[in-house]
């Protein structure tokens, strides 16, 4: 029952059963505005004798003002100032009133309806001086109608107050709910670029590989058979892992996600570096083997990037990498390599390689920089590691 009324007097706009809750209401306020009025000709004094107008008269009017009510949500004011010169003559007509009364509290500033609230109350002094010989004092009728007046009007202010609360918490919760799918879509745009860097980290390493490889059989067509078995070999073995860590990376494999690399994993990748030919110079200098994950990650992503350009754009196939730092200290890679001059500083189309070691390093709350100058080209990061 309450939550019919709540649903009354606070509708929701988004209902889709909008027409069937105004009939309710029109049928509602009917009824209560005739409840009202026959109970007020039954224990006033409008069947007395000295009435202005006979009572099966009155109530005839009280029926007529009732069908009014029907419009009183499209003009308020119009209705209840329609209304109102009935209340002179009919006490069965002050129930629509009130109704009309009330409904125009809602939708209309205070001022106004006050001051509607009072013509209803002077009405009744009207009233008492039409009847002949009046059982009751004058003062009888203005109290009940003040009061019954100031009643439709309160709590037609109240209702007021609450639909534009309940507006402006269903405006809120709205906002909320965008917020949280904006939220959500950011969340999928940073997991896809997050993806997208991955790839680019694992496929460009890889595929350097295999190039270099493929490359050298290309140039060496009198290569013996074993030389070509041991090229082709790398070839399978790097497009083999290239599968393996991208099916990790977007987790499409039926097993638990593997551990991504970190700083222990470096050397193992200066190894397969140099296995395809590279000359890479490698130093350790790191006082500790267990920073976070994320530096210890990021680390060897940047080792990774940074050998992948030495062998695209680098004079020759060689690179010299540097790590040194401890716990407190924070972690600094420094990456070296012969620059011919028109690339050392070239990036994948799309920005995802330097770019996003920028990014990383960001992420971690660190710094970088890279540059050519006298012939090398230089890639310096630092990685802040708590103690």
């Keep these: 029952m309450a939550a019919a009324l709540f649903a009354l007097l606070v509708p929701d706009p988004t209902s889709d059963r909008a027409v069937a809750r105004h009939r309710l209401a029109d049928a509602v306020a009917v009824t209560v505005a005739l409840g009202y009025g026959l109970t007020m000709l039954r224990i006033g004094d409008a069947t007395a004798a000295g009435a202005a107008i006979p009572w099966p008269v009155d109530v005839l009017i009280g029926l007529l003002c009732a069908v009014p009510?029907?419009?009183r949500r499209r003009r308020p004011v119009a209705v209840?100032?329609?209304?109102?010169?009935?209340?002179?003559?009919?006490?069965?007509?002050?129930?629509?009133?009130?109704?009309?009364?009330?409904?125009?509290?809602?939708?209309?500033?205070?001022?106004?309806?006050?001051?509607?609230?009072?013509?209803?109350?002077?009405?009744?002094?009207?009233?008492?001086?039409?009847?002949?010989?009046?059982?009751?004092?004058v003062w009888v009728d203005v109290v009940l109608r003040a009061v019954t007046g100031a009643a439709a009007i309160g709590w037609g202010q109240f209702v007021r107050a609450y639909r534009r609360l309940t507006e402006s918490l269903r405006a809120h919760a709205a906002r909320l709910q965008a917020e949280q799918h904006l939220r959500v879509d950011q969340a999928r745009l940073t997991e896809r670029a997050r993806i997208a860097r991955e790839m680019h980290d694992v496929l460009a390493h890889r595929m350097s590989l295999i190039s270099l490889h493929a490359g050298a059989l290309e140039v060496r067509t009198d290569a013996r058979p074993d030389e070509i078995a041991i090229a082709a070999g790398a070839i399978r073995s790097s497009a083999h892992e290239a599968l393996e860590e991208l099916r990790a990376v977007v987790g499409v494999a039926n097993r638990p996600e593997p551990p991504q690399p970190g700083l222990a994993d470096v050397p193992?990748?200066?190894?397969?570096?140099?296995?395809?030919?590279?000359r890479v110079e490698f130093a350790d200098e790191v006082t500790a083997d267990d920073p976070p994950t994320m530096v210890g990650r990021t680390v060897y992503r940047i080792a990774q990037e940074a050998l992948t350009n030495a062998r695209r754009h680098g004079s020759d196939a060689s690179a010299a990498i540097r790590l040194a730092g401890g716990p407190g200290d924070g972690l600094r890679v420094?990456?070296?390599?012969?620059?011919?001059?028109?690339?050392?500083?070239?990036?994948?189309?799309?920005?995802?390689?330097?770019?996003?070691?920028?990014?990383?390093?960001?992420?971690?709350?660190?710094?970088?920089?890279?540059?050519?100058?006298?012939?090398?080209?230089?890639?310096?990061?630092?990685?802040?590691?708590?103690?």
């Design 268 to 278: 193992d990748l200066v190894a397969s570096a140099r296995a395809a030919g590279m």
């Design 80 to 137: 209840l100032a329609a209304l109102l010169p009935f209340g002179v003559i009919s006490v069965t007509a002050t129930g629509p009133i009130l109704v009309a009364l009330f409904t125009a509290a809602i939708r209309r500033r205070a001022r106004l309806v006050f001051t509607l609230g009072a013509v209803h109350v002077g009405t009744g002094v009207v009233y008492f001086l039409l009847q002949q010989d009046p059982p009751y004092p």
């Design 69 to 71: 009510l029907l419009f």
């Design 334 to 387: 420094v990456v070296v390599n012969p620059s011919s001059g028109t690339g050392g500083s070239a990036d994948r189309p799309g920005g995802m390689g330097l770019v996003g070691i920028g990014e990383r390093v960001a992420l971690a709350g660190g710094r970088v920089s890279h540059g050519a100058r006298g012939g090398e080209y230089r890639l310096e990061a630092w990685l802040p590691w708590q103690t």
